[in-house]
């Protein structure tokens, strides 16, 4: 069964720092791009940061360009997102996700992990 397992969140102070990982498990064919999202409390998801599969390529979202870093390991199916300057306002679920091809004869399909959460507070 292919899945997506985020870990590392947790309640850090303001100004903080963590690492978050996404581990992908299972059969998978193929190269694939992988995303962080984060959802907030009464709030809808929002987009944090992609990578490609080389890692050559990566996009953040607007409020944490600069503060976040999203980067891959392939041989361990593992994604990062090194947070920095953490904010009270990054407290939030964060879930990775990735459209995901489970054999050659079927197209990729989209795989959300179950979150992690991290809590940012004094």
């Known amino acids: 069964q292919v899945q997506l397992v985020e870990s590392g969140g947790e309640t850090v102070p303001p100004g903080g720092s963590l690492r978050l990982s996404c581990v992908a498990s299972?059969?998978?064919?193929?190269?694939?791009?992988l995303a962080w999202f984060l959802q907030a409390p009464g709030k809808e998801r929002e987009f944090v940061a992609s990578i490609n599969w080389s890692g050559s390529r990566t996009n953040y979202g607007d409020s944490v360009k600069g503060r976040f870093t999203i980067s891959r390991d392939n041989a361990k199916n593992t994604v990062y997102l090194d947070m920095n300057s953490l904010k009270p306002e990054d407290t939030a679920v964060y879930s990775c996700n990735a459209d995901l091809r489970t054999s050659w004869t079927q197209l990729p399909s989209r795989h959300w992990g179950q979150g992690t959460s991290v809590t940012v507070s004094s």
């Open positions: 299972g059969r998978i064919f193929g190269n694939y791009a």
